[in-house]
Every structure is written in C-alpha cells, then in structure tokens.
C-alpha cells in the first residue's frame, strides 16, 4: 500500500479561504479527477463539507471528530489512522500489492498523512491573496521530482520520497 497526496497550493503553501479552494483552474481539476478515479480518497470533513457530496467512481472516507457525523456515499472515520486499516482491508479484496490511497485534504489531514506520504501530486499555482489553511512545510530534500509538466495557470510535479 502507498499514500499519495494530491494537492494544489500557492507559493506559501495556501489551500484555502473559507472552506473553499482559492481558485477555479479546470484543467487542474481534470488532472485531479484523472488521478483519484477509481481509488480511495481520503479528507477531512471540512473539505468534504466544501465538494459537497461524494465525488464519482471513487471511495470516498471522510476523516471527523464529529460522532455524530453521517453522509450517505462515505465512509466516516474518526481517527487518521482508520485510513490505514480500510486501505490494507481494500488492497486485499483487490488483490492488488500496489494500492494508493490518495489523501486530497485538507490542512490537518495532510499534516496527519505528511509522514507516511510516498507520493504527492503537487499542482503549484500563481496565487497571491488571503488564505486560512495551508500545505504543512516539506523538506524537499526528501522528495525527487518524478515529473514535471506546465500548464497555462500551473505547473504540475509528481514528488516521490527518496
């Protein structure tokens, strides 16, 4: 099993304002949807809060402290380490020795993941503006850059731990 992240930020490491993405890039959000289909996503229940439902064709854990907290189409858990357990419980229904969890936020969820991360899915976009939640700091002389890609309003790297 790997953990990956995905994430968008600006150049201090903003995620969000208000429960809300700082930005509206579509082709982001088609990279975003090309590399979490057909996995296990998980995020915090602010983010989820802020996508509203549960997103398509991926299985969907919502991370809360909240017990009381239900949403049909999600899998609620209330501790990080849950993830763990539900990951390994997929990968051997699956079959697969290769399964990826995918962390997607935000700020306390990627900060809890941070450790146990082999992968992040970095889009850095221009910004400069307000923001409330942030990407914990990286050291980035654990990570190789695998990939890089621009694109008209990001650039796109595919970070893997040395």
């Known amino acids: 099993m790997h ?24 082709e982001d959000l088609k990279n975003f949807k090309k590399i979490t289909t057909g996995k296990m996503i998980v995020m915090g229940r602010k983010t989820f809060e802020s996508i509203g439902k549960p997103l398509p064709d991926r299985a969907n854990v919502v991370i809360t402290r909240d017990v009381n907290f239900k949403h049909d189409g999600v899998i609620v858990i209330h501790d990080p380490m849950m993830a763990f357990d539900l990951a390994l419980e997929a990968e051997e229904d699956l079959g697969e020795d290769d399964f990826e969890m995918m962390v997607i936020g935000g700020g306390e969820i990627f900060n809890a993941f941070l450790p146990y991360t082999h992968k992040i899915y970095l889009s850095e ?30 650039t796109f790297k595919v970070l893997t731990r040395i």
Do not use: Q, R
Request: without cysteine; proline residues 9%.
């Open 3 to 26: 953990v990956s992240m995905v994430v968008a930020y600006g150049p201090k490491g903003e995620i969000g304002l208000d429960n809300k993405l700082l930005w509206h890039i579509p």
């Open 125 to 154: 976009v221009d910004y400069t503006g307000p923001a409330d939640a942030f990407f914990p700091p990286v050291n980035y002389k654990e990570w190789e850059i695998e990939k890089t890609e621009k694109f008209e309003k990001f």
